[in-house]
């Protein structure tokens, strides 16, 4: 399987520092960083949040996903009475 060229050369200066700063830490941009890389500042802040953060973000999504699927199929109003926005 042939390689990806090194998109540093086609990104804005903004996001080109964004990537250098993932580079430094660690070693390459690769995972969800490199499609995070559309949004450099989201890239950024997730990077900031380091290996445990990043674990503990995919976490409380699933969580987030399996509360809200449970919601949704006991037709379960939320806490202020509203329905489930789906």
Same mark, same amino acid.
Do not use: Q
């Given at each position: 399987?042939?390689? %990806?060229?090194? +998109?540093? &050369? ?6 080109? $520092? ?9 070693? #390459? ?9 559309? #949004?450099?500042?989201?890239?950024? $802040?997730?990077? &900031? ?10 976490? %409380? ?13 006991? &037709?379960? +109003?939320? +806490? &202020? ?6």
């Amino acid at each position: 399987m042939a390689k %990806l060229a090194d +998109p540093i &050369d086609s990104l804005p200066p903004e996001a080109k $520092r964004v990537y250098e700063k993932i580079t430094v830490k660690r070693g #390459n941009v690769r995972g969800p960083f490199a499609s995070l890389m559309h #949004n450099p500042e989201l890239a950024e $802040r997730v990077g &900031d949040l380091g290996l445990g953060g990043l674990m503990e973000l995919v976490v %409380l999504a699933g969580h987030y996903r399996l509360i809200a699927g449970v919601l949704f199929a006991f &037709d379960t +109003p939320l +806490p &202020d009475g509203s329905p489930p926005p789906f």
